[in-house]
């Protein structure tokens, strides 16, 4: 019954979200360049609309060099914290109470971390953060290598690594950088 609640919770938030973005109006440069689509003014935001236009350059670039950054910082991300409690479990002989429970008490780490990424994106602050952040993602992984695999060493690769992939890209950078690289009418369609 377990998977069944889970589905049916992935269900209706997808459901809510979906009725909530219905809500939502189109932005006023996506309008523009819909109305110069169909009046035939020819701009490079009216023009570019098909998805086929992204496997062409100059969109080709960003749409490689984004699937590829998102591809492999999701990867590192979900065997991450898809595999802790395996690692904590069955590595580490620890019960899967005393790994899970002081995980979720890090979850506010990440709303932090969302919060400051987000003061920071449109700033001149943005790369130096992605910088620091993106080059303490995959050190973080080495914790438990160099420190042993413990209750400590896991949390601490968990919380500091959470918080560096929000700081460092993960999805948030990726649909910045998905914004600030495709036209408006195939942002969507790039990200």
């Not at 109006?25 to 098909?50: K, N």
């Not at 998102?70 to 991300?77: A, L, M, N, Q, R």
């Not at 620091?132 to 896991?154: D, E, H, Q, R, Y």
């Amino acid at each position: 019954h377990a998977v069944q609640i889970l589905y049916g919770v992935v269900f209706v938030t997808g459901l809510v979200g979906l009725l909530l973005r219905l809500t939502v109006p189109e932005s006023p440069l996506w309008l523009a360049s819909r109305a110069e689509r169909r009046a035939g003014v020819h701009t490079i935001r009216a023009d570019t609309t098909r998805m086929a236009d992204l496997f062409r350059p100059p969109l080709l670039r960003p749409l490689v060099i984004l699937t590829l950054f998102y591809g492999f910082v999701s990867i590192t991300g979900n065997v991450a914290s898809s595999y802790i409690a395996y690692v904590a479990t069955n590595v580490a002989g620890l019960r899967i109470e005393q790994i899970s429970l002081p995980a979720i008490a890090l979850t506010p780490l990440l709303l932090i971390g969302i919060l400051v990424f987000m003061r920071l994106v449109d700033t001149r602050w943005r790369m130096p953060m992605y910088v620091v952040a993106g080059v303490l993602f995959p050190l973080v992984f080495l914790i438990p290598v160099v420190f042993g695999i413990s209750l400590i060493s896991l949390l601490t690769a968990f919380g500091v690594g959470s918080l560096a992939g929000v700081l460092s890209g993960g999805e948030p950078m990726a649909r910045v950088w998905s914004n600030e690289s495709f036209p408006t009418m195939l942002r969507s369609t790039g990200q």
